[in-house]
């Protein structure tokens, strides 16, 4: 009798502990904005939990890490991304933005997360345009919850787009970082005082792009555009050059960070262009609208 009574005990306790968290979504908007100098799609939604995070822990269970991804479709299906936002991108090549669902110790309702998605990034015709938003969550794995949640088709204006190639060609840093320091400790040599020099692109808060860098030496040079990177911005956009001296081992320190509005560059497209900021004594790049 023991065995019997003990079997659906164990059964419940078991289906308890691996009960999966039930997640809706509501309230699916889109609006456009600008957001960090860039014309951007602020998609925000609601999420509503049925267990909070402490409801999950009585019942043994305090692994969960939930995602939302955020896709979106046209009239048709799911959009490409445009070219340069290959960190938005499925293995196909459709646009997607994700971003984790923090479990807090008493909360069943989450409200307003919003996600920013530059137009630039949509592979999708300037103008006015219907796009439909889709919610889908996943696990820490990548293994889909809920499949989607689709909200309704909105109509709003695409503003227009700039293909652009960017192509530095040579950097040199200052001797000294910005507390007159050197910029990396003396190990072996006193080559090893020097900063590995490299180059990146910040547009909309993400860095779309990273140059290999120069190891021991305060400058990068690539003459034959071997890292030349090529990328799509909305018109009236601005984006921003990064100068690092790379650490593989910690953060990388920085040497300058120079701003670019494309709507004074147009005027320069294709012209060589000498600039020298913060620590970077001089910097020659190129950029071209295609």
Not at 72 to 81: A, T
Not at 151 to 167: A, D, T
């Amino acid at each position: 009798m023991r065995k019997h009574t003990l079997l659906p005990f164990l059964l419940f306790v078991t289906a308890s502990i691996f009960a999966r968290q039930e997640i809706t979504v509501q309230n699916i908007s889109l609006q456009s904005v600008a957001h960090s100098n860039v014309s951007c799609l602020a998609v925000q939604c609601d999420i509503l939990l049925s267990q909070t995070y402490n409801e999950r822990i009585r019942v043994g269970d305090s692994s969960e890490v939930y995602f939302f991804e955020v896709w979106l479709k046209d009239s048709v299906d799911y959009m490409q991304s445009s070219k340069g936002f290959g960190t938005m991108t499925d293995s196909i090549g459709r646009l997607k933005c994700s971003g984790p669902i923090v479990l807090r110790y008493d909360v069943k309702m989450y409200g307003a997360f919003t996600v920013y998605i530059p137009f630039a990034a949509m592979q999708i015709p300037s103008g006015l345009q219907r796009i439909k938003p889709v919610i889908k969550i996943v696990d820490q794995t990548g293994r889909i919850i809920k499949p989607g949640f689709g909200g309704e088709y909105f109509s709003l204006e695409v503003p227009p787009k700039l293909h652009l190639r960017v192509s530095v060609r040579d950097i040199l840093a200052a001797e000294k970082d910005q507390k007159g320091e050197n910029w990396d400790y003396q190990l072996t040599s006193p080559e090893s005082v020097k900063p590995e020099v490299c180059w990146s692109i910040n547009y909309a808060g993400k860095l779309l792009s990273r140059s290999p860098y120069e190891v021991n030496s305060y400058t990068y040079s690539d003459p034959d555009g071997r890292y030349d990177f090529e990328f799509t911005i909305s018109k009236d956009d601005i984006f921003y050059f990064e100068v690092d001296d790379f650490d593989v081992s910690s953060y990388s320190d920085k040497i300058g960070t120079f701003k670019v509005d494309i709507n004074e560059m147009q005027l320069l497209s294709g012209a060589n262009i000498n600039v020298k900021f913060d620590k970077v004594e001089k910097m020659d790049f190129t950029i071209t609208i295609l």
